[in-house]
């Protein structure tokens, strides 16, 4: 089911990277953080690209591996406990847990992506919270997450992460943080079949 939900959320996460074609999952295997996925993408681009235009330089996508590195460690925590389920106060909890990263909280979003900032909060506590972080919004915007922070010592691995929750986002379920995509009717919002109550796809894709 873990790999089955990874592979499921990766597709149409990484459908615009090449390379994308030679995910695989090698494992499923208990870690200190939960089960955690083991994967394969040999062809997949390490480096972000960066392409410049005159004065101008355009970043290209997070690459696909650091997405990948995300979407386990999420999944990883969305099954710590066994059968995934969210309380009500989970906002709290998780603001208590990562204060370094997301200060007071005041998530903005649905109880589906309390996995998803979990997922990423672990990893940037681990590979060091850069001086003068801190977030300055956690919100919903147009169907997928928008983290918004300000930090006086800025690194690379912190913007690539920060874009990652915000691409990853718009493919897990707000609600429940099984797979999802991001769905129209009334207001777009990333929503699994079950959650969707009929509502199209975005895009029709």
Not at 171 to 189: A, F, K, S, V
Request: with cysteine; hydrophobic share 35%.
């Amino acid at each position: 089911m873990i790999a089955d939900e990874f592979l499921t959320i990766a597709g149409p996460a990484l459908r615009h990277h090449r390379g994308a074609d030679s995910v695989t999952v090698t494992a499923v295997e208990p870690s200190p953080h939960g089960p955690l996925v083991r994967w394969s993408a040999p062809l997949l681009a390490v480096e972000r690209e960066r392409r410049a235009d005159g004065s101008a330089t355009f970043v290209g996508p997070v690459p696909g591996p650091v997405l990948l590195t995300l979407l386990a460690r999420v999944l990883a925590c969305r099954w710590r406990d066994g059968a995934p389920r969210c309380p009500p106060d989970w906002a709290e909890r998780l603001a208590r847990k990562h204060r370094p990263v997301f200060g007071q909280g005041g998530f903005e979003c649905g109880g589906g992506w309390r996995w998803l900032w979990q997922g990423a909060a672990e990893l940037l506590q681990e590979h060091g919270v850069p001086a003068g972080f801190r977030t300055t919004q956690a919100k919903e915007k147009f169907g997928s997450i928008r983290w918004y922070y300000d930090c006086s010592d800025d690194f690379e691995y912190t913007q690539s992460l920060v874009d990652s929750v915000e691409h990853l986002s718009a493919y897990i379920c707000e609600e429940c943080g099984r797979p999802g995509r991001i769905r129209q009717g009334g207001w777009l919002r990333c929503l699994c079949p079950e959650h969707a109550n009929g509502r199209r796809i975005a895009g029709g894709s």
